[in-house]
């Protein structure tokens, strides 16, 4: 049985992974380069990774090298998708993946698998990570980069876009996003939890304490708040009764 965050809503046992591509559309012959894979198991990085330079067989446009840094020369000794599929296959097991912007994952992955005579990743395995940053920060930006900055993720060592680096910080991201490394400390979630994980986390605990968010955010939310989710929502309460502080700088 698949068990879902309930403040993200995410599966707490699956892969984590990230592609790097030599472009947008694999209907258009553009292929991945470049695969990145962390286990979670309870919310939380079990340490078992899978990263792999992958010969995509074809040239690399430049545009696709200014984001990764990958250029034919250094990718024209390693394997081709085909003779890696059965390893990534077997590291994804079962497991549910997430990814950000996971569609574009999807069908990149699938387009290769299907290439490779391997049976495609079902949909219903598919977890977009993208969508639970806009459920649990409605209004504020949902980019790798800006969610690292607002849970205070090191981004030091990620000069360019990396597979294994963008799935090692998305797995601290979704950690930090569900709750955080303590999140298990009283054991998993409810079976009520669980169920509310499905439609939404429904506030019952005591007001929260003052936003720590920078201006623009806590103006974009209010606004989002407003235009969205009405005069009763939760949040419009908040607002109406609290002042929040925003970060100092």
Request: proline residues 8%.
């Amino acid at each position: 049985m698949i068990t879902l965050n309930p403040t993200t809503g995410l599966p707490n046992d699956c892969v984590v992974l990230d592609t790097e591509t030599t472009g947008f559309e694999p209907q258009d012959g553009h292929r991945i380069v470049e695969i990145g894979a962390v286990r979670m198991r309870d919310g939380l990085p079990t340490g078992e990774e899978f990263h792999i330079y992958i010969n995509p067989e074809r040239s690399m446009p430049q545009g696709a090298f200014e984001v990764h840094g990958l250029s034919e020369a250094f990718l024209a000794d390693k394997p081709t998708f085909g003779a890696i599929a059965a390893d990534f296959v077997a590291f994804l097991g079962d497991l549910p993946f997430v990814a950000h912007n996971a569609r574009f994952d999807f069908k990149f992955l699938n387009a290769e698998l299907e290439r490779a005579g391997l049976a495609p990743i079902g949909e219903d395995r598919l977890h977009d990570s993208v969508a639970a940053a806009r459920r649990v920060y409605p209004g504020a930006q949902a980019n790798l980069d800006a969610l690292c900055r607002r849970l205070k993720i090191p981004l030091k060592n990620r000069e360019k876009h990396g597979a294994l680096i963008d799935a090692q910080l998305l797995a601290e991201v979704i950690v930090e996003m569900g709750g955080g490394r303590q999140q298990t400390l009283f054991g998993k979630p409810t079976a009520a939890a669980q169920a509310d994980a499905q439609t939404g986390p429904v506030f019952t605990g005591p007001r929260p304490p003052a936003l720590t968010l920078d201006p623009d955010t806590i103006a974009a939310h209010q606004a989002f708040v407003a235009a969205e989710l009405g005069s009763n929502a939760l949040w419009a309460q908040f607002y109406a009764t609290t002042t929040p502080q925003p970060e100092a700088a």
